[in-house]
């Protein structure tokens, strides 16, 4: 009897400390939503430096690929930030009909060839398969975090 006593304290207590830890970890979720917001407060200008620096540091860019990528990243910043108003602005949301949806998705793809072109006439080689397997793991993860919700 006072064993089983002694493992149904065990088994509470470690359940006890296990939920704790699952609190922890969503209030640090919300740091991040919270870093997220801060970020969109930012101008497109502010966006692309930002962007440029981490790639610079990230794949030793020179002075002149720093100002090329900076220029694709101030053109994505701004079609990111004016995408983010629209989307704001519209009170009542639609529901998008099937070629609607196709043609969101062709544009978007579309973009992001452009994008993947774009930084292969930039970056070397090294730096572009650098940049690549970067951006592949984002993506990963983010599809992953995208599955848990």
Known sequence: ??????ALL??????????????????????????????SDLTPEQ???LSTKK????????????AAVHKLELAKATKRKEHAENRKDRK???ELSDTERFEMKTKR???QIA???????ILTEAQYEKWEKAHKQ??????SDRKKR
């Open 138 to 143: 984002k993506n990963r993860k983010r599809n």
């Open 55 to 66: 790639l610079t540091l990230h794949l030793d860019l020179t002075a002149q690929q720093q």
């Open 109 to 111: 793809l579309d973009e």
């Open 92 to 94: 009542e949301r639609k």
């Open 115 to 121: 994008n993947k072109r774009e930084m292969k006439s």
């Open 1 to 6: 009897m006072k064993n089983l006593v002694i």
């Open 10 to 39: 065990l088994v509470c207590s470690v359940s006890a400390f296990a939920q704790s830890h699952k609190k922890d970890r969503k209030d640090s979720d919300g740091d991040r939503k919270e870093m997220r917001t801060k970020m």
């Open 47 to 49: 966006m692309a430096e």
